[in-house]
Every structure is written in structure tokens, then in C-alpha cells.
């Protein structure tokens, strides 16, 4: 009976100490992590696609989504270069089939000559207080980020 307790507390022990191990920032990028912006419910989708031997690695480097908070926007505004548009097709896809609109006007296409796709999130007062490059962003990124960057 004394060695069942034993073997379960060390069972226990292991797993608790398990979730407050984390690799360091060096170790995470070279596994092919980035541990600032890696969050835990991604690594729990690596088993859709057969990838569960990266699964202990991904969750010792990612962060979970209450430690991952950010300011969220009233409005953003996805600046493109009609120019330049075709060059980026997943962004040529979101704009040419009006996906902004399901933003229900939060989200506005702004054609500014010369720009590379870039969004501005804007205050109330339309001060741009962020901008991030998107050139290389499909149009389900675009979509998660203003779902989870607008108000």
C-alpha cells in the first residue's frame, strides 16, 4: 500500500513539474518555435496533422492565451496599393471579395498608393496607434487577427 502512494505521488510530481518546465527562448528557435508569439492552443492542434512528436516541445515554448494579451481596436484599416495588389494574392482575395464587410465596418480597404499590404489599427479618433506588415499573411490570418485585435 506504502509503494502504491509512493509511485502516485512521484506519478503526480512528475506531471506538475512537467507543466512548469519551459526550454528557453534559444532552445525554442532551434526546435523551429518562437516562444513570444506561440500560443498553447495552436501546439494542441499539431494532432490534426499527425505532428504529436513536436507536441512537448511546442507546449514547453508556448505561451497560454490568459499570458497573451494585447490592446484591441475600434478600427483597422488594410492599406494596399491597387499597383501592387496582384503581387499578393491572398490579400488581392480578401479585398476583391469584400470580406472586410464582415467586420460590420470596423474594418475598412484603403487604397494608398505605393504601400506594400500593411494594417493600421486605429483609436476612436482615427489615430493610427499600430501598423503591421501583412504581405505575407493568407486571408485566414487577416480574419483571426482582426477577430481577435478589434473590439
Excluded at 483609436?123 to 493568407?138: F, G, I, P, Q, Y
Amino acid at each position: 500500500m506504502r509503494l502504491f502512494f509512493l509511485s502516485s505521488f512521484l506519478v503526480a510530481f512528475c506531471f506538475s513539474q512537467q507543466d512548469e518546465y519551459k526550454i528557453d527562448a534559444e532552445e525554442c528557435k532551434a526546435a523551429g518555435f518562437n516562444s513570444e508569439t506561440l500560443k498553447c492552443s495552436l501546439c494542441e492542434r499539431l494532432s490534426d496533422y499527425h505532428l504529436e512528436t513536436l507536441m512537448t516541445d511546442c507546449l514547453n515554448c508556448c505561451i497560454k492565451e490568459e499570458e497573451f494579451k494585447h490592446n484591441k481596436y475600434p478600427i483597422a484599416h488594410l492599406e494596399v496599393c491597387e499597383c501592387n495588389l496582384a503581387r499578393f494574392p491572398q490579400i488581392q482575395a480578401f479585398v476583391h471579395k469584400d470580406m472586410a464587410r464582415q467586420f460590420d465596418g470596423k474594418v475598412r480597404v484603403k487604397h494608398v498608393r505605393g504601400v506594400r499590404p500593411q494594417v493600421a489599427l486605429k483609436d476612436l479618433d482615427l489615430k493610427t496607434k499600430e501598423v503591421l506588415s501583412v504581405e505575407k499573411w493568407d486571408t485566414d490570418t487577416l480574419i483571426d487577427f482582426f477577430n481577435q485585435w478589434l473590439e
